[in-house]
């Protein structure tokens, strides 16, 4: 997490060996807006801020808001096992992802084997979890890519907005932010080691890596507001000394529907 001057300092070096994102056209960020399926108990980020060795994530992210019926959307399974994150996406209207995610209704064209494979998983990850629209999360982001290295990349986001209700993204962008103004969330994309000089700047400027979750954030934040609600604080600014009460509430329930999921499904989903 970046303060603005230690995000404005590094950017002095990234302009010398990284290339901005095609989208970031004359030096500007580009939106995205996604959209967090998770079942009704909302098992998946639970378990996920739980830190498991496995986890996986659906969403659906678009690059409109608001989206019409004929956009591009990309619905995508996020998974991290042992810390390696990989993502499998499909490309489809938000029409057809309407049809699809509520009547498991493909799109005609099927002709590319990968378009066909990821649908096979999402056929699986569906049949597995109920899930339904649960978080709405949409940010600002700049990007770049090595200059000698595109597989190497760098963000930065800003304005991440999020809200629980009018789960669409048909809709426009609006709702509570979760970082202040002047921060800006980094992350380093790269599949081998880190180049020396972003090592360099990283420790000259004092910025040291952290664990984020923009949906577990939104997640924690509609956990802390209702324990507030429950009477559990007697002033909303407790809620910032409230982290073990979240920790201790989200663990309950995760083991709960754990041993609850297990007996009723017959199977054991991956803890």
């Known amino acids: ?12 070096q990234v302009h010398k060996y990284m290339d901005p994102d095609k989208f970031c056209i004359g030096g500007k960020d580009y939106g995205i807006y996604n959209l967090y399926y998770d079942t009704p108990d909302d098992y998946l980020i639970r378990t996920s801020l739980e830190k498991p060795k496995y986890k996986e994530k659906l969403r659906l992210r678009s690059y409109f808001s608001p989206a019409s019926p004929s956009d591009k959307v990309f ?10 994150v990989t993502k499998r996406r499909v490309t489809m209207t938000l029409e057809e992802s309407d049809a699809y995610l509520m009547k498991r209704q493909k799109p005609v064209d099927l002709s590319k084997y990968l378009q066909k494979q990821i649908f096979s998983e999402l056929d699986v990850f569906l049949n ?16 770049f890519f090595g200059k000698d290295d595109p597989d ?18 048909g809709l426009p962008s609006y709702g509570a932010q979760i970082i202040a103004p002047n921060q800006r969330l980094m992350e380093v ?22 664990s984020f979750s923009k949906y577990g954030t939104a997640y924690k934040r509609y956990v802390r507001n209702k324990l507030y609600q429950e009477g559990h604080f ?30 009723a499904s017959g199977i054991l989903l991956p803890r």
Not at 2 to 8: A, G, T
Request: glycine share 2%; net charge positive; no cysteine.
């Open 1 to 12: 997490m970046l303060s603005m001057e230690q995000y404005e300092a590094l950017l002095t």
């Open 75 to 84: 619905l995508e399974i996020k998974k991290k096992v042992n810390g390696i």
């Open 128 to 143: 597995t979890y109920p899930v339904i629209p649960k978080q709405y999360i949409s940010y600002q982001r700049s990007a």
């Open 152 to 169: 190497f990349r760098l963000t930065f986001d800003r304005q991440i907005t999020e809200r629980r209700y009018d789960l669409s993204l």
């Open 189 to 210: 994309k790269i599949a081998g080691a880190m180049p020396l000089w972003l090592s360099q700047a990283l420790s000259e400027l004092k910025i040291y890596k952290i």
């Open 234 to 263: 007697s002033k909303p600014e407790e809620q910032e000394t409230a982290a073990p009460a979240v920790r201790t509430m989200i663990r309950q329930t995760v083991n709960h529907n754990w041993d609850e999921r297990r007996t």
